[in-house]
């Protein structure tokens, strides 16, 4: 489908089973449909989804509670998780969604409708748990995913952090100097490569851990550098 105009018949066709009469192009609406004396369903056509789509779905609401966003069905690796998300955000602003198919069938994906969101108490838990196990305030606002200091490295680095001043150690020392109960696992496990086992129960630092420890090291020491006033910063770099 290469114009909006393309969607419209297979909506036409949709509404018109279900015994509406339809319009194109009525007023600012892309399709208006009647059935009756009911609320009018306002229908607004695009090609792909994006913001613009949804500011004029959102003005239609001021004339009806019935608008629905009109698009072809997304295609390629990332259909699924488009069309997820698109879905969750109409239903957050009480918008129906249809996707129409190459074929010409259209399929409604949600009617519109007042939302009530389900709070996951597994997913509040795990967040407020990670914000607890955090130490300090390692991560700037909106960083990348990449360079995220989530509480299970900064475990790694404690552990790392000991092995490089003290050599190689028992799993239970490491965790009786750093408090941290799981370090025997942690190291064991080896998420990120910076640990050897050399014995039973005791663990090294590779040299993976020794240069991933150092490069933390100086990142966090930016990251407060920057943190700081400028006059403060200046003093620091000089």
Excluded at 159 to 173: I, M, Q, R, T, V
Aim: overall charge positive; some cysteine; proline content about 5%.
């Amino acid at each position: 489908m290469t114009r909006e105009a393309d969607l419209y018949p297979p909506i036409k066709a949709l509404l018109e089973r279900q015994g509406y009469e339809v319009k194109g192009e009525v007023g600012a609406a892309d399709v208006v449909a009647r059935r009756g004396d009911e609320d009018p369903v306002i229908v607004e056509l695009k090609l792909r989804f994006s913001l613009s789509l949804f500011h004029q779905a959102i003005a239609r609401q001021a004339i009806t509670d019935l608008v629905y966003i009109a698009v072809p069905k997304p295609k390629g690796k990332q259909a699924r998780r488009m069309l997820k998300d698109n879905l969750s955000l109409c239903r957050r602003l009480g918008l129906g969604l249809i996707t129409v198919l190459p074929d010409g069938r259209a399929e409604v994906q949600c009617d519109p409708g007042p939302y009530a969101p389900r709070k996951s108490k597994v997913r509040t838990q795990r967040l407020l748990r990670e914000f607890d196990r955090l130490r300090g305030d390692p991560n700037s606002g909106g960083a990348t995913r990449s360079g995220i200091v989530t509480a299970y490295r900064q475990d790694a680095l404690a552990c790392a952090e000991y092995l490089a001043e003290h050599g190689p150690s028992k799993g239970a020392a490491v965790a009786l100097a750093t408090g941290i109960l799981r370090a025997t696992t942690l190291m064991r496990d080896n998420h990120y490569g910076w640990f050897e086992k050399i014995a039973l129960g005791v663990y090294q630092i590779s040299e993976k851990g020794q240069r991933e420890r150092l490069r933390w090291r100086a990142e966090a020491s930016d990251a407060e550098t920057n943190a700081m006033p400028e006059g403060v910063r200046t003093q620091v770099t000089e």
